[in-house]
């Protein structure tokens, strides 16, 4: 079992900037996201990156939001700029299980504990 462990949450005013990473204790050869949960919302997808670099982002974060991986350190990083209130929720970075494209949650078979990001005034 890989383990995930995140850092970089904190409070932040609109239109500021925060950087999460993500470390991971195993392999780093699969698909790895990031998602987020609001209070009262279920957690949704935010970024997913592959072992190449390839990436996706929910429509809410484009250009915003950029994920990366450093495959060789097993770290995973998630810059986000411009951030808004509606940006405030934990963070969780994420490992999918072996082939899997990593769009669903049960793609995902390891999880970080979580880091609370808020964007207030």
């Known amino acids: 079992q890989v383990q995930l462990v995140e850092s970089g949450g904190g409070t932040v005013q609109p239109g500021g900037s925060l950087r999460l990473s993500c470390a991971g204790s195993?392999?780093?050869?699969?698909?790895m996201g990031w998602y987020r949960q609001a209070p009262d919302k279920e957690r949704e997808l935010v970024a997913t990156?592959?072992?190449?670099?390839?990436?996706n982002y929910a429509d809410s974060v484009k250009g915003r939001f950029t994920i990366s991986r450093d495959n060789a350190h097993n770290m995973m990083y998630l810059q986000m700029n411009s951030l808004k209130p509606e940006d405030t929720a934990v963070y969780y970075c994420?490992?999918?299980?072996?082939?899997?494209?990593?769009?669903?949650?049960?793609?995902?078979?390891?999880w970080g504990q979580g880091t609370q990001v808020i964007v207030a005034s």
């Open positions: 990156i592959t072992t190449s670099q390839t990436t």
């Open positions: 994420a490992q999918t299980i072996g082939g899997h494209a990593g769009s669903d949650e049960s793609d995902y078979g390891s």
């Open positions: 195993g392999s780093s050869f699969s698909i």
